[in-house]
């Protein structure tokens, strides 16, 4: 149990209406199912989609926010800038945020990272499995040596992004790539974590393993509450009385 974390599942929502494919994986909705899996970790979950006005992510929500997932892919480029800005600001003053999947080309990600964030990739049939590279760090908890997937979109290297703070998982395909499937930097005061697997047509959201390093990744990027710095830029007046020159 993790003490009533507030936790904000942004889930773009548009291949579960249009892809029947999606819909026989998620009918609930892949925002939905991965909230239906934190259930038992005591987290107090609420979901949005693109959909939702302003994509749900109001001041009034991000306020109340101390963890965001998001899983984005079609519709990119057409999340609002507005939006990009406050998830920015709420994420510097340390709101934790968690990068899923096809997340890695969202506006919000580039933006925190300030690379590309681009990739290889290949859909097809490959095992993927997602080996633990940092055991003792906190979003590893309680998973063996790796996660092994029967099923998913391969994601290969070079993933270009900045060199993470932690890297905690690395994936290995079938078809023979590699891939960085689990890092976290942290930007201001929030703390980011990029998790890999997900693609849409993959039960991946419905596997307990793949749920706790979610759950894990919150605990993690749960904001501190830090030093109170004051608001005030201008030192006009210094601690210490200067000597006169
Ligand atoms: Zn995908």
New binding site residues.
Partial sequence: MTDGLRVTIWNEGRHEQIHEAVQKVYPDGMGNTIAKGLQTYGYKTQVFTFDDPEHGLTDEVLSQTDVLTWWG?MLHNDVQDAVVDRVQKYVLNGMGLLVL??GHESKIFKRLMGTTCDLK?R?ATDTERIWVSDPGHPIADGIGDFIELPQE?MYGEPFYIPTPDHQIFISWFEGGEVFRSGATWTRGRGKIFYFRP????YPTYHNPQVIKVIANGIKWAAPNPGASISVERHRKVPIETLKAK
């Fill in positions: 892919h999947h096809s990739w859909e979109e997900g693609h849409e047509t």
